[in-house]
């Protein structure tokens, strides 16, 4: 027989985080051995153990059904004496051991992260206060490894976001756009090589500080871009957009177009992270200037270059025409000049019909006001698609009380795809082309807004994860198991309605959001999902593999304070459709609620 005080414990598992907890409750109860185990139910190990050691991880199969029951806290006075540890690997181990008392380690879930041992060689009994005393030590080393999870799981997304960031660098590079990224915490601003190349400088003649970026802004515009950087940050304004001049590595300044947009912020609102893009405007500036002096030199110089310069006149009677266009009206709205001024309701038939009611707002606002005209529209060119467009005009009213604009037109399609890509990128799973969790959570707080404020509104929360992913890794390796990630998101999304949502919340684990649905709804859906993926095994090098999935369901009420709830209840579903056997559906009890 093995004694108590000579089983030992491996190295790997004195781990300083845990050491504390396990002398105060080996110390406090008076016991011969304590010991935290923790990790996945197939694989736990050792993370620390006081007084009298082990040699081999315990499992923890034999232990499940305690954990059930109301009281947390398991002790055996005298293991010899209790039937139900007869196959207990811990007895095989240290034959020796009278006395057994054990505490789950829970997540704020309910789900088990490991068990807290107390062990003795002497049959014994804990007094209610050894036993609130282990209750709160079981309690501060679950928040131990909730922590450890939680910075595992950060660190995980952060590298994802980086190494996105780098394959974006790659795309965009050659594109003729500057991309800048602002710490605004640090002060630190990095500019991609094709912003740098924008103005003529090398890749190392620019630094990373926004105090130096600010010398490079003409001294008559500085003032003005601060004040619109801090007005994006204090969040008065949707994005932050600026034309303003910059100083080139000749010595010249060079007039751009700023735009960019906070995408990150702390808890209190205050920004931490910035990105944008840079356009050269020098030439549509140019031309706005220039298109003052004579009408004959307007021609000459717009007809060279991209985009489309007009002079637009609204009579006093609501009657608006062109007097003039350049010949950039082609390429702008597939139309000659001729065509344009002969029929100017032609234009109200390429614009976009979600964009024309604005357009024409705009306009009159513009005329009424006699304020700048400014608009960003899309416009529908016969056979080949739709593009975006930028408007700018100065209005002056004519003695006859009709307003007359000078204005440039200019192909913006490129930068709003730019645009698109960098929010596609702050809100999409690149793996699995579905919402990030940040995305997903805003989507679900809206929903929840819903439901609060729409009486009969109903919506419901269903957590997925896909069983035995590890194996999956384990056996084929990671990038089979990439694969079969986008498999399911692929079964996933075309199960969805426009009004529904999915995103990927982290590892193996989904989360689909179905608006104006109820339970019974919600589990006919969740049944096509599992009965989709059980059919439809993953092919690989001409071997299927099997895929499962298990599916936690919550309906979403209006008493929830925060999205967060109904994220819990459905997460404690899946636990129990996990428990029960995977590759099932579980809903959550509403009696409780």
Partial sequence: MQSLSSIR??????????????????QHVGVMSALVIAGAEDRPRIRTCAGAALDNAVSLGHLEAPWHCPDALFVVPDVQCDERLRDLDLLAVAPDVRFLAACPLRAPAGEVLGILFLLHDQPRELNMAQQQ??????????????????????????????????????????SGTGIWDRNVATGEIHYSTGWKALLGYAEHEVGNRIEESYTRV??????????????????????????????????????????????????????LRMIGTTTDISAMRLLSEQVQQTADLMTDLTNEIPGMAFQYQRQADGRSFFTYASSGVRTIYGLSAEQLLANPDLLLEIIHPDDRAFYLS????????????????????????????????????????????????????????????????????????????????????????????????????????????????????????????????????????????????????????????????????????????????????????????????????????????????????????????????????????
């Fill in 9 to 26: 414990a491996p190295e790997s598992a004195n781990d300083e985080l845990f050491d504390g907890l396990a002398r105060l409750a080996r």
């Fill in 218 to 271: 003409h001294p008559a515009d500085l003032s003005y871009v601060q004040a619109s950087i801090q007005a994006h940050f204090e969040q008065h304004t949707e994005a932050y957009e600026v034309e303003h001049r910059l100083l080139c590595r000749n010595g010249s300044y060079k007039w751009v177009c700023s735009r960019g947009k906070v995408v990150e912020r702390d808890a209190a609102g205050q920004p």
């Fill in 133 to 174: 005393v282990l209750h709160e030590l079981a309690q501060l080393a679950a928040q131990l490894l909730a922590r450890e999870a939680a910075d595992a799981d950060w660190q995980r997304e952060l590298d994802l976001l980086r190494e996105n960031e780098r394959r974006m660098a790659l795309a965009i590079t050659g």
């Fill in 362 to 593: 705009s306009l009159t606002i513009s005329a009424t006001n006699l304020t700048p005209w400014h608009l960003e529209y899309r416009v529908q060119l016969p056979q080949q698609g739709t593009f975006w467009r930028q408007g700018d005009a100065c209005p002056r009213r004519l003695e006859d009380g009709s307003v007359l604009w000078h204005g440039f037109i200019a192909d913006i399609t490129e930068h709003k795809l730019i645009e698109a890509e960098l929010q596609e990128f702050a809100t999409t799973d690149f793996l699995t082309q579905l919402c990030n969790r940040r995305s997903f959570m805003l989507q679900l707080e809206t929903e929840l807004s819903r439901v609060q404020r729409t009486a009969g509104h109903c919506a419901t929360l269903l957590m997925f994860d896909l069983d035995h992913f590890k194996d999956i890794n384990d056996r084929w390796g990671h990038f089979v198991g990439d694969q079969a990630l986008r498999h399911f998101a692929a079964i996933l999304s075309a199960q969805l309605r426009k009004t529904d949502a999915a995103g990927r919340m982290g590892g193996e684990e989904f989360a689909v959001l179905l608006s104006d649905t109820d339970i019974v709804q919600a589990m006919s859906f969740g049944e096509r999902i599992r009965s989709e993926l059980e059919s439809s095994p993953l092919l690989h090098a001409g071997e299927q593999i099997p895929l499962a999935v298990s599916v936690g369901i919550a309906a979403i009420h209006a008493g929830d304070l925060t999205p967060e709830a109904a994220l819990s209840r459905s997460d404690i579903a899946l636990y129990r459709a996990k428990r029960s056997g995977r590759n099932r559906i579980e809903c959550h009890s509403e009696a409780a609620h």
